[in-house]
């Protein structure tokens, strides 16, 4: 028993001890990064005419700058920082780009080399918000190397090829490194310009499922109307989940060619499209579109009802249609929300 005692004792002590040395490190470790605050803040006080002469006025050399020491690497990095989060001037980025090709490249390099993720992040980060593109190619070669990184990691490394190397980005999109779900896609090409865009829908079979659905539905978010063709071909496709957001978009656009090629998807057996068939008919000639959406306001589904109703009420002939539904129609359902449309009128 008492050598039981001894051992718990021991080990109590030796926990006890453990929590002292990490109290330390962490007392140590904070003292550290106050007096690195401290500097950092001396340094920018010291030298902020000096940094305004540069930056704005453009009356000072960037060699009158060069850093000394990390500390002051560390500083101008944070100057940089407040200046693109803060200030909207070519000149200023312009300047902070120049002298960080010069005097800043080796430590932003050793950063993205860093084993700590949060390290890597902060430089893709800068990369992507200051547009340095000298970093490029160590962003390619991390990219096509063997190490592995976080899902993170590898979205920043797209955004950045996409937005420095628009001729190489789509092999990266059409072989992503880790799996790209419907949410990373979305980020990723809401990001993109049309030209951009316009590449991958060059490509469009060779894409991954997921990324020809965001592409789709990106068209109608950015209303490009002149993408209607496009549209209208995905509709043919024999991916129902592609058809129905191809309608989505083209009722986005507001905007329809040939009436008939619509037509169909009110028969579909899939009620997302007769979903999305009732908002693109909310938009076209009424003498085409009333016969169409009078049908489904007696859908078996509900929201597709609804979805006529709210498509007849932008029709210069809605209350005539809503008046012939209620003396006509034998569908009560129909009837009651052709009586509620009318009422709200």
């Keep these: 028993m008492n050598n039981f005692l ?21 007392i140590v470790y904070r003292i550290q990064e106050v007096r690195k605050e401290k500097l950092i803040e ?6 902020q005419h000096e940094w305004f002469a540069y930056l704005v006025e453009g ?17 101008i990095d944070k100057l940089f920082f407040h200046c693109r989060v803060n200030f909207s001037s070519e000149t200023i980025s312009y300047g902070m780009k120049l002298f960080a090709m010069h005097y800043l490249e080796d430590y932003y390099k050793r950063q993205l ?27 390619v070669d991390k990219l096509t190397s063997k190490q592995e990184y976080s899902k993170e990691e590898y979205l920043m490394m797209y955004r950045i090829i996409a937005k420095f190397d628009p001729e190489h980005f789509i092999r990266y999109y059409l072989n992503p490194k880790v799996h790209l779900g419907e949410f990373d896609y979305r980020k990723l090409l809401f990001e993109l310009d049309e030209e951009h865009l316009l590449s991958l829908a060059n490509l469009f079979d060779e894409l991954p499922q ?9 068209v109608g978010v950015k209303f490009y109307v002149n993408w209607l063709p496009f549209l209208n071909k995905c509709l043919g496709s024999e991916d129902s989940e592609l058809r129905i957001r191809a309608l989505k978009s083209i009722a986005s656009l507001e905007r329809i060619e040939n ?62 249609a809503f008046t012939t539904i209620i003396q006509t129609s034998l569908d ?9 449309m009318l009422e709200k009128e």
């Design 6 to 26: 001894i051992i718990l004792l021991l080990c109590v002590l030796g926990v006890f001890l453990l929590l002292v040395c990490l109290c330390v490190v962490l």
């Design 42 to 47: 001396a340094y920018l006080t010291k030298r």
């Design 59 to 75: 009356q000072l050399s960037p060699k009158q700058l060069q850093p000394k020491s990390k500390i002051e690497k560390d500083a």
């Design 113 to 139: 080399n860093s084993r700590s993720k949060s390290i890597r992040m902060n430089v893709y980060y800068k990369i992507y918000l200051f547009e340095w593109k000298f970093l490029l190619a160590d962003v």
């Design 210 to 218: 997921t990324l020809q659905w965001i592409l789709v539905e990106i």
């Design 259 to 320: 009436v008939s090629t619509y037509e169909v998807f009110a028969t579909s057996p899939i009620w997302e499209e007769r979903l999305m068939v009732a908002k693109v008919f909310g938009v076209a000639p009424p003498d085409l579109a009333e016969p169409v959406l009078q049908k489904l306001m007696i859908d078996p589904s509900y929201q597709v009802r609804l979805q006529a109703a709210h498509s007849l009420t932008k029709l210069k002939t809605s209350h005539q």
């Design 332 to 340: 009560e359902s129909a009837v009651a929300l052709a009586e509620e």
